[in-house]
């Protein structure tokens, strides 16, 4: 086991002191660490919350901490020894080592144009890095770090327990997430009892899950800071405008940029917040675009001047089934029939349909989209959903479609009355409640 120095110590806003091992701490003073303090965990939503210039190398520190208090908690339970919890803290602190500048705006881009999550990139990372190099000298193996930190190490009952600290319904990440956007962005929503939580949780059949009564106050606060978290912050229309804004700059400027051709890890971890906006700025400078090129360096400009596109049209249906409805249509045929209907070109007109699950969504459990709890009853303990007895988990248990549609100030009128026509049709076949 990897003793924590009470020597080194780091004092983090959200959770107090965090105390560090030795090899905790030459993880985080490798170069491909220190690039999450460049990354913003937020992407452009301070354009609209101000004090959201924190950033993923701040909540790796926590989700790290997070996940120890949970490892400790299952040392007691008499499930995990020491050394799982080593392992589990380094793995967590490493969980978000493959995102991109902008996180999850990047990933849209990875994904379409390489084929990649952050999480495949983060595992090449741990493995091709000097981070396997730190973790080797230290008895880990990376493969095993690298699966584990992604949530992916089901070889073993442990593994599953800690994959599901890390990446679960109720992990870790999520619970380090929600506390520290609440606190930068200064919105109460997502307050949560983190202590509460683990320390109401059991490992049984193969699945976290927490004691009721005794954790159902705790649970449904949790659900909804998650809910309104996302309807108030991550898809705030502002934030949204802004952030859609930049990918479509990002993406029409991908070959100028060459965020997408990196070949080996140094080449990825030089991409960052800063040297993407950097180029930017001297794209706008000093390039003499035509065309098309032209008109995405208007929508940089605009960025840089908070000129953001409005919000024209703004419906969020809640349905039942996960088929969400960014699957039947075709975004970009919806913003050329809106531009057409209007005369302008499609650069200028953003249509946004978005589907996530209202409650957190783990592919690899038996019920995805639901939290398993557990109470004692005469004949032992009996394990059930959280679904069973909570009507505010049942009417949560939804997916939300975000659909908007963004242009520019002076064709918000034209705009809205063609998206209202277009997307009548969109929103009106589908079965929602």
């Known amino acids: 086991m990897i003793a924590v120095s009470r020597g080194i110590e780091i004092r983090d806003p959200v959770h107090g002191y965090i105390e560090l091992s030795e090899l905790e701490k030459r993880l985080i003073d490798t170069e491909v660490f220190q690039r999450l303090r460049y990354i913003k965990q937020l992407a452009l939503a301070y354009l609209v919350y101000p004090g959201a ?172 800071a998650r809910y309104e978290m996302f309807r108030a912050v991550y898809f705030h229309k502002t934030v949204r405008a802004a952030e859609l804004m930049l990918l479509r700059v990002l993406d029409g400027l991908k070959d100028e940029l060459g965020i997408l051709d990196f070949r080996s890890v140094e080449e990825y971890c030089r991409l960052t917040d800063y040297t993407i906006l950097a180029e930017l700025r001297r794209l706008v400078k000093t390039s003499q675009p035509r065309g098309e090129q032209r008109k995405i360096l208007e929508l940089t400009s605009m960025l840089y001047r908070r000129d953001l596109f409005k919000c024209v049209f703004d419906k969020i249906l809640h349905v039942s089934t996960p088929q969400s409805i960014d699957l039947r249509v075709k975004v970009k045929d919806l913003e050329r029939e809106i531009a057409s209907m209007v005369g302008i070109d499609d650069i200028y007109v953003i249509v946004d349909i978005v589907g996530i699950p209202s409650l957190p969504y783990t592919s690899y459990l038996p019920e995805p989209m639901d939290i398993p709890v557990y109470e004692y009853c005469d004949d032992g303990i009996k394990l059930g959903y959280l679904t069973q007895y909570s009507t505010i988990a049942g009417v949560l248990r939804k997916f939300m479609n975000f659909i908007r549609v963004y242009t520019h100030r002076k064709f918000r009128n034209e705009v809205r009355k063609a998206a209202e026509k277009v997307l009548s049709e969109v929103i009106s076949s589908l079965a929602f409640e």
């Not at 999480?119 to 890095?129: K, P, Q, T």
């Not at 599953?160 to 606190?183: E, H, T």
């Not at 109460?188 to 005794?214: M, N, Q, T, W």
Request: glycine content about 10%; overall charge negative; aromatic content about 10%.
């Open 53 to 224: 210039e924190h950033t993923r190398f701040g909540h790796s520190i926590g989700v790290m901490y997070l996940a120890s208090i949970y490892g400790r908690h299952f040392m007691e339970e008499g499930v995990l020894d020491g050394d799982d919890v080593a392992l589990l803290r380094v793995s967590a602190l490493l969980h978000d080592i493959g995102h991109g500048p902008f996180s999850h705006l990047y990933e849209e881009l990875l994904i379409k144009y390489r084929g990649k999550t952050h999480e495949d990139i983060g595992s090449w990372i741990i493995e091709e890095s000097e981070i396997s190099d730190v973790l080797s000298e230290h008895g880990f193996d990376p493969k095993v770090v690298s699966k584990l930190a992604v949530g992916k190490y089901h070889v073993s009952d442990k593994g599953k327990l800690m994959s599901q600290i890390i990446s679960g319904p109720v992990d870790a990440d999520k619970m380090d997430f929600l506390l520290r956007d609440s606190y930068f962005t200064g919105v109460e929503y997502g307050r949560i009892d983190p202590h509460r939580l683990i320390s109401k949780s059991k490992y049984i059949d193969g699945v976290i899950a927490f004691r009721l009564p005794a954790s159902l106050y705790a649970l449904e606060a949790f659900m909804i």
